[in-house]
């Protein structure tokens, strides 16, 4: 009984449930505007989605300085080393115009997944 129950919460820790919510279009980026903030994200979970949105031709900065077009702000999270992200959520900000591109919410999610969604975000942006 016990490992059929362990199996079903190993399954579940392994898909992100989860729900991508968009409020607008934001314009263009320039050309030296591929610039995005990282805001209340786990250290570990930071350094490792930095270097994956550098590939991406993405300028990464960390905390609330700085002069970037994007800003995504991890909020309302609880991360456990073991399972990963259980809940939480990103907001997308177009810090050019101050509105709230987009929106991700998420349950049960691994960090791998998070760091995908986020990517795959940014990349969608006309200009990116």
């Not at 989860?18 to 786990?42: C, D, I, M, S």
């Not at 960390?62 to 990103?90: H, P, T, W």
């Amino acid at each position: 009984m016990k490992k059929i129950l362990l199996a079903i919460l190993l399954l579940f820790t392994m898909v992100a449930c989860g729900n991508l919510e968009t409020y607008h279009t934001p314009p263009a980026l320039k050309k030296g505007q591929k610039t995005v903030r990282l805001v209340n994200f786990p250290i570990a979970f930071e350094g490792s989605l930095t270097k994956e949105l550098e590939k991406k031709g993405w300028d990464v900065y960390v905390g609330n300085s700085g002069n970037q077009a994007i800003k995504v702000e991890c909020s309302n999270f609880d991360f456990d080393m073991l399972y990963g992200f259980r809940q939480g959520s990103l907001k997308f900000i177009d810090l050019r115009t101050g509105k709230e591109i987009a929106r991700y919410n998420f349950k049960m999610a691994q960090p791998e997944s998070i760091q995908k969604k986020i990517v795959d975000v940014l990349q969608s942006f006309p200009g990116a």
